[in-house]
């Protein structure tokens, strides 16, 4: 399969594609993969479509030749997976395949699989929250959670008493969230971890769980959003 992935959860924008360098290979023969990332900000719009298009040039493909197309699933900005998810679904429509949306801190967590403890990937959710979830051995251990440092705290501290080990903090918002959670004692080790490199990430997953053969066919299918917009709390006022 040519795979197409798109970050755009995050301001740090990643776009990837994989191809099979021989097209009569046999299943699992080896790719070649072509990225892009850049700190975008908030100019996703402005970026996206220009960079799949280079892409698929530099990979001598045309949009035709994808087989399908995976795109962060959330939490992550508003804008940022609204773009991503039309994109997606707009290529997926118009050319007749299939789109997959992975979870945000799923992504953000896979690199860490091995990791002997538990790995807690984190969002910056503004107003004094975090997106964030936590992992073990490679598995998820809870929900996405929109939460404050102490709810946060009082989670790792039940994820290590049932299962004992470091814990890293991954993800944009580690650093923050580490200044917050960190009491003296506590094995908690924090950075970017792989800052960049999502979209390729996307990839692996979608290739490891045959999520794009598997996925939501509804294109009426959106992000998954853990908390209400500003415009949907002042609607309720």
């Not at 992935?5 to 099979?20: K, L, M, R, Y």
């Not at 102490?150 to 903090?169: F, N, R, V």
């Amino acid at each position: 399969m040519n795979l197409l992935a798109i970050d755009t959860a995050t301001e740090q924008f990643s776009v990837a594609i994989a191809a099979d360098e021989n097209a009569a290979a046999p299943a699992g023969a080896a790719k070649a993969t072509w990225l892009f990332e850049a700190d975008a900000g908030l100019r996703h719009s402005e970026l996206v479509m220009d960079i799949i298009d280079m892409l698929l040039r530099t990979a001598a493909l045309t949009p035709r030749d994808l087989s399908g197309v995976v795109c962060m699933g959330g939490p992550g900005s508003f804008t940022g997976l609204r773009i991503g998810f039309a994109i997606a679904k707009g290529l997926s429509l118009s050319l007749g395949i299939p789109f997959a949306a992975i979870p945000t801190l799923d992504c953000l967590a896979r690199p860490f699989s091995a990791w002997p403890g538990t790995v807690v990937p984190a969002l910056d959710a503004k107003k004094g929250a975090f997106f964030c979830a936590l992992y073990q051995d490679g598995k998820r251990q809870c929900p996405d959670m929109d939460a404050p440092p102490d709810e946060i705290a009082s989670a790792i501290s039940a994820a290590i008493s049932a299962a004992p080990g470091p814990i890293l903090l991954t993800g944009p918002a580690a650093p923050l969230l580490y200044e917050k959670v960190y009491t003296p004692g506590l094995d908690l080790k924090a950075g970017n971890g792989l800052r960049w490199g999502n979209a390729q990430t996307l990839l692996q997953i979608a290739r490891e769980t045959n999520c794009i053969t598997q996925c939501n066919t509804d294109p009426s299918c959106g992000p998954v959003y853990i908390r209400k917009s500003d415009a949907e709390i002042q609607r309720e006022i």
